[in-house]
């Protein structure tokens, strides 16, 4: 049989190894082979001993087997209604690795690691009101860290094994990348819908790579969440609807996202949440005192994250571009975190507030604003916010925004405020 092979690099004083490149090429079976299955195992050592210099702070494997259970689950969740519409909607594509890579080996996961503590962070204070952006947005996007780190694990896989295919996902990709860190052993899939470990909580991002090298698997790891119920007790709207399942449609995370109007019930819910929510993973007690300040692109800008919100109010294009391009916030553009800012300000009651609400309801030309805005000064009350709304009544030429402000009006005129 004629056989290619090649040196994988070695780390530290290990004795390099040798890779069978033809059996990469073919498939698995040479790889039953004991001897080569050390390799393997060797090059999936070298790999982890080299995550920490690739800026990776956990890493496994998982097998390409295709992810039965998790069909079963997800065929459920739409049946209930319960996605986002943010995911990929090929539930085949989800959950068979198969679909997107030809003839995967394994799976390979990564994880890292972002803060959770602002040092220092400026007050909101009446006069001065800030929203906050959730921990998943601070610093650079995630998708391009991850992706920068995905792309040198390659580079360090592929000096060792020239014949590597890959397909990198972050995120965006069609599988789960949940399901896949789960079966790598990264973390437990934990009752708040993310996945847990005891060594780094659920503050991680989580990336993966379907790979032709059959490297060895992990073990999903053991510990769980126990009789703890913290987070689906302190959810604001009940979306986690079981240990681990969530009801996208009532998350405020989501409901964050979105572009249209907000129901009075979330908007009260929302508070002063600009993008995304953290409450089911700040109050877990695993996640206590963990704060990873050791990834340089994830670091927030105090006055990106935690930002006054009049100034949000009228920001322009171009501003919103300078200051929040890099930030995974900016997914949606800027009506959903403007949109939030107004809702925020009326959760306040900031009153200092009402000349500038009053202005979005007058001139801003996006509907949303105009029918948000007449929510928060029905909020905040007084005369002058009064005044702004019946003053816009007659010249409001959208249905649903003239809704918006009539409901205003009722409520101060019954002081259900
Ligand atoms: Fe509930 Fe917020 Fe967690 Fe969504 S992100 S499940 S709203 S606590
Ligand atoms: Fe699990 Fe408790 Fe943390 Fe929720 S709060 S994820 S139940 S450990």
Known sequence: MEQSLRRIGSAGNQTACLINVRAVKQGVNEYMLPETDNRWAQLKQEMREAAQSLGIDKIGVASADPFTELKQVLVRHRELGRESGFEEPDLDKRTNPALLFDNP???????????????????????????????????????KVLRDRLAKLEAWLRERVPELRVESMVDTGALSDRAVAERAGIGWSAKNCSIMSEELGSWMYLGEMITNLPLPVDEPVTEGCGECTKCIDACPT?????????????????????????????????????????????VCPVN???????????????????????????????????????????????????RNAVIALGNFKEKSAVNDLAQVLREDTRPVLRGTAAWA????????????LRGALPLEGDEEARTYIERAIAALETADI
């Open 288 to 338: 206590r005192g963990k704060n990873w300040t050791h990834q340089p692109e994830l670091q927030p800008d105090h006055e990106l994250v935690k930002p006054l919100l009049v100034p949000l109010l009228t920001m322009g294009n171009r501003e919103f571009k300078e200051r929040y391009g890099s930030s995974s916030s900016a997914w949606r553009g800027k009506k959903p975190i403007q």
């Open 238 to 282: 009940g979306a986690i609807v079981g240990p681990g399942q969530l009801d996208s449609q009532r998350c405020i995370s989501f409901v964050t996202q979105t572009k249209g109007f907000v129901s009075d019930e979330f908007m009260r819910k929302i508070g002063n949440r600009l993008y995304g929510c953290d409450t089911c993973q700040t």
């Open 377 to 388: 000064l029905g909020r905040i009350g007084g005369e002058e916010a009064e005044e702004a």
């Open 105 to 143: 080996q394994s799976i390979i996961a990564i994880a890292i690691a972002y803060p959770s503590k602002l040092q220092n962070p400026p007050k909101s204070e009446p006069g001065a009101r800030r929203g906050i952006l959730s921990r998943s947005s601070w610093g650079e996007d995630y998708h």
